[in-house]
Structure formats: structure tokens, C-alpha cells
């Protein structure tokens, strides 16, 4: 069964400096994955998604994120985060059966001035 | 374009009351539609999804109940609430697909007292 994990419930950065949100995904297939970000008291956002198109997929606001098979990861990137990305961050990936989006437990990222 | 309408934006109910959260997708056809709850400090835990009119599936068993009476309309309802129920709600939409990714609504802030 296709399932995501994200690593750390929280991550805190100061302003300017990289950032690093992880996500591994476990799949028999070749699996569809997306990072979506959830202001306080919001919807979610999708900021990208994988189409085996591209391993690099960049996305909204500067972030990006490399699919890489052999560690079966999905990790988030940024080069330098900025105060408004402060929110809750979800790695999905979609069960190939039924069509569902399975959730990961979301990381919360802190931006420190 | 297509868009999501979720309303009411914020609810307080007192326990043994019913509730109605209503969903309205438009600006496409046939989507597959989604409630989702979210717990304080939790992810989110996939409640009912539709892949047509009159086609409910529960992935919880729970004190809710879902209903799509209209292709582009979805309903959360409970006949009496608990305290177990405040949450925050999600409803999305996504078209058939394997790499197609949902949207979500703007959610409902829910509150038993």
C-alpha cells in the first residue's frame, strides 16, 4: 500500500537561510506525489507535483522539490525562506486503486526573524 | 475557472445539535469530491469522498453522515454532535486522473460545546 512519511513534525529557520521540509514515500508504482502548504485556518494549496515528467519539479514561490527513486524520497526545498512561509507543509501521494490522496502528518515550519 | 465554495467559514454548535456543512464545486463536471477533518495538531484523516451523485464512500465509521444530492454539491451532516466532532473541515474536488491533484476549499472551523 502507498504511503508518505514526513520526517519532522516541526522545522525552524531563521529568515534568508535554506530550507528543508522531507518526505519518503513508500510504492509498488510509479507513485504520484505533492506538496501542498495550509495557512492557519486555511484550505490547502498545492505548491507542486511529481509526473515522473521530471525528477526537479519546481513550484509556487520558490520552492522545489527532487524525486529521487533509489531513496525513495520527495524532499522540499527552498533557498531562502521568508517570513510568509511559515505554515503547515503535507506530502500526498495518491493510492493508484481507488484514487484517494493519502496523507502524510504535515510539518510545521517556523520562520524566525 | 473552476472553483470551491465551503461554507460556513467558522461554526459552534452545541452538543446533541445537527449539523450541515455544505461543498459546491464549479466550473467543471463530474468531479470526484472529498471531506476531510482535520484534529488539532494532526493531519488529515479522509472522511467521505464521492465519485458521483448519490455515491458515498466512508472511510471512517463515525457520528457523520455525507450526501451528494447534486454533482457539484456535497454535504456533511450529523444528526446530533459530540465533542469528539469539533474539528477543522476540508472539502476538495479532483477530476479523474492519475496525476491530477485536488483543490481544496477554504474549511470549516468546527466547535462543539
Known amino acids: 500500500a502507498q504511503s508518505v512519511t514526513q520526517l519532522d513534525s516541526h522545522v525552524s529557520v531563521s529568515e534568508g537561510t535554506p530550507v528543508l521540509l522531507r518526505c519518503n514515500y513508500s510504492?509498488?508504482?510509479?507513485?504520484?506525489l505533492f506538496w501542498y502548504v495550509q495557512h492557519p485556518n486555511k484550505g490547502l494549496q498545492l505548491l507542486l507535483k511529481?509526473?515522473?515528467?521530471?525528477?526537479l519539479v519546481k513550484g509556487i514561490n520558490g520552492f522545489e522539490a527532487e524525486f529521487k527513486k533509489s531513496e525513495t524520497s520527495f524532499h522540499l526545498t527552498k533557498p531562502s525562506a521568508h517570513m510568509s512561509d511559515a505554515a503547515e507543509y503535507f506530502c500526498?501521494?495518491?493510492?493508484?486503486?481507488?484514487?484517494?490522496?493519502?496523507f502524510g502528518q504535515g510539518t510545521e515550519l517556523s520562520v524566525k526573524p | 475557472s473552476q472553483t470551491i465554495h465551503q461554507w460556513p467559514a467558522t461554526l459552534v454548535q452545541p452538543v446533541g445539535s445537527p449539523l450541515s456543512l455544505e461543498c459546491t464545486v464549479e466550473?467543471?463536471?463530474?468531479?470526484?469530491l472529498y471531506w476531510y477533518r482535520q484534529a488539532a495538531g494532526r493531519g488529515l484523516q479522509l472522511l467521505f469522498y464521492?465519485?458521483?451523485?448519490?455515491?458515498i464512500s466512508s472511510e471512517v465509521p463515525q457520528n457523520l453522515s455525507a450526501s451528494r444530492p447534486q454533482d457539484r454539491q456535497f454535504i456533511l451532516s450529523s444528526k446530533k454532535l459530540l465533542l469528539s466532532d469539533s474539528g477543522f473541515y476540508l472539502c476538495?474536488?479532483?477530476?479523474?486522473?492519475?496525476?491530477?491533484?485536488?483543490?481544496f476549499g477554504q474549511g470549516t472551523r468546527l466547535t462543539v460545546v
Open positions: 476538495a474536488w479532483r477530476l479523474l486522473g492519475q496525476l491530477t491533484e485536488a483543490f
Open positions: 510504492s509498488s508504482y510509479s507513485p504520484s
Open positions: 511529481y509526473t515522473s515528467a521530471a525528477t
Open positions: 500526498v501521494t495518491r493510492d493508484v486503486r481507488g484514487g484517494k490522496l493519502i
Open positions: 466550473g467543471t463536471s463530474n468531479p470526484n
Open positions: 464521492s465519485v458521483g451523485i448519490g455515491q
